[in-house]
T-cell receptor, first 106, second 117 residues
């Protein structure tokens, strides 16, 4: 059974800082998803990747298949980036991590 | 843009009531999912449907049933609500890929926060 671990659980940083959130999984996967959940509950899909790196605006997601590890980076962080970030590993089903709560201070 | 709409944002029901949570998506997606989200536990799959009238149990189906009579609508039913079903319920959809495997990103609704008293 795949297990998905995220770190850190909570992260507080100053506006402008470079942010890294990590995700590790235990078995081989077909894809890794990064999701963002704002206060109030709605979840938005940020990335779906199976190799290498993807970039969208200030967000970058990378994955290392051999090491079973993915990272989500936020450059020039802003208070509106404050949210819970969730990774999910997909093999024959999708297993979600418990999320990283990010708080960016102005 | 894909829109997944859940019928209620907040719902308060009494123990033993039958509860219907409705979800509608507007992008002709084959896959639809119901999750519940609890603090410290993350998202857990209740039921999954990959086509009209097709359903598969997820990790925690006990106490729930689902209905998918039309492609765009996926309903979650709590036959007899209990206090341990107090939770945030999230509906999601995606393009088909067969089974649980996705071929495309998940699109979520805004969630229904259900309280059972």
């Amino acid at each position: 059974k795949n297990e998905v671990e995220q770190s850190p659980q909570n992260l507080t940083a100053q506006e402008g800082e470079f942010i890294t959130i990590n995700c590790s999984y235990s078995v081989g996967i077909s894809a890794l998803h990064w999701l963002q959940q704002h206060p109030g509950g709605g979840i938005v899909s940020l990335f779906m990747l199976s190799s290498g790196k993807k970039k969208h605006g200030r967000l970058i997601a990378t994955i290392n298949i051999q090491e079973k590890h993915s990272s989500l980076h936020i450059t020039a962080s802003h208070p509106r980036d404050s949210a819970v970030y969730i990774c999910a590993a997909e093999d024959d089903k999708i297993i979600f991590g418990k999320g990283t709560r990010l708080h960016i201070l102005p | 843009d894909v829109k997944v709409t859940q019928s209620s944002r907040y719902l308060v029901k009494r123990t033993g009531e039958k509860v219907f949570l409705e979800c509608v998506q507007d992008m002709d997606h084959e896959n639809m999912f119901w999750y519940r989200q609890d603090p410290g536990l993350g998202l857990r799959l209740i039921y999954f449907s990959y086509d009209v009238k097709m359903k598969e149990k997820g990790d925690i189906p006990e106490g729930y049933s689902v209905s998918r009579e039309k492609k765009e609508r996926f309903s979650l039913i709590l036959e007899s609500a209990s206090t341990n079903q107090t939770s945030m319920y999230l509906c999601a959809s995606s393009l088909g890929g067969g089974g649980f495997v996705l071929s495309s990103p998940l699109h979520f609704g805004n969630g229904t926060r259900l309280t059972v008293t």
